[in-house]
């Protein structure tokens, strides 16, 4: 098959096939996403928090800045469809490994995962990776600050060091073999408001990720797609909840569905960011 024509049935069919094993999907809740990951090795000085506006300046002061990451969950019409697979048919799938990325991708290989790839792109970029800390263990009546007193050899760390020199297709297999993460992650799906759907139930609702790079660009990270979305630059002093990174990021999904008369688009918001304790 010729490559532009495998590039179009993959752009057709990005759902993780029926066969591969399911996670019952996240509730998009700080507490819940917090907790999974702070069970995983994210210092507790970090966490998630709601974004309750995009709009409104009062609402937004709430968040804590800089925000290291956004959390978008949002239903996935075929408005989004129809955008996704012209987007993805002209892209070519991503190969990157190594410590020179620009940023770190995974591929999503298990079914209702899509909100633990989007912690997981969120916590694998950008400056809140200092927050994973690998510190010689000190005795226990030696104080130190709360983003230092995680284990040296915690999940994550350990999973994102495997996980660097390795192409997509190889880091998608090292997470879906990773009883770490999966424990966690069933531990998490536990503690939301609402009755947990069943894993093997079909959602219509998707998250993605946006994260700043050092290079200073907006990337739409999403396990679901061909590989990272570069969106645009921003400035040295911009982050991923400023005007112009919601423009470049989250405001284009709710213009989509408005200008293709869809109306307005059902979504939610978290930020990762300083926690308040």
């Keep these: 098959m010729a490559d532009s024509t495998q590039s179009q049935v993959d752009a057709e069919r990005p759902d993780v096939p029926a066969t591969r094993k399911a996670f019952v999907p996240l509730e998009n809740n700080p507490e819940v996403m917090s907790s999974l990951l702070h069970h995983l090795g994210l210092a507790t000085s970090v966490a998630f928090h709601d974004v309750y506006s995009i709009e409104d ?28 697979r012209s987007e993805d048919a002209e892209n070519p799938e991503y190969e990157g490994s ?10 999503q290989t298990i079914r209702n995962a899509c909100g633990l790839m989007g912690l997981l792109h969120g916590v694998s970029n950008g ?13 226990v009546e030696i104080r130190v600050p709360a983003e230092q007193s995680q284990a040296p050899d915690s999940d994550l760390s350990r999973f994102l060091k495997e996980a660097t020199p390795l192409k997509p297709v190889a880091r998608a297999d090292l997470l879906y073999e990773s009883h770490a993460f999966e424990s966690a992650h069933q531990s998490a799906a536990s503690k939301g408001d609402t009755n947990a759907p069943l894993a093997e139930e079909k959602v219509d609702l998707h998250f993605v990720c946006f994260v700043k790079s050092s290079n200073d660009n907006l990337w739409e990270l999403d396990g679901r797609r061909k590989g990272p979305l570069n969106r645009g630059k921003l400035s040295a002093e911009e982050d991923v909840l400023s005007e112009k990174a919601l423009s470049l990021g989250v405001r284009s999904f709710l213009k989509r569905e408005e200008e293709a008369g869809g109306g307005e688009l059902r979504f939610s918001l978290i930020a990762l960011a300083q926690s308040f304790d």
């Design 98 to 107: 190594g410590s020179g990325e620009e940023v770190m991708w995974f591929k």
């Design 57 to 84: 300046p009062d609402l937004l002061a709430f968040v804590p800045r800089p925000t290291y990451a956004l959390l978008l969950v949002f239903p996935v019409s075929e408005t989004y469809e129809k955008f996704r």
């Design 127 to 139: 400056p809140v990776t200092k927050f994973i800390g690998e510190l010689p263990v000190l005795p």
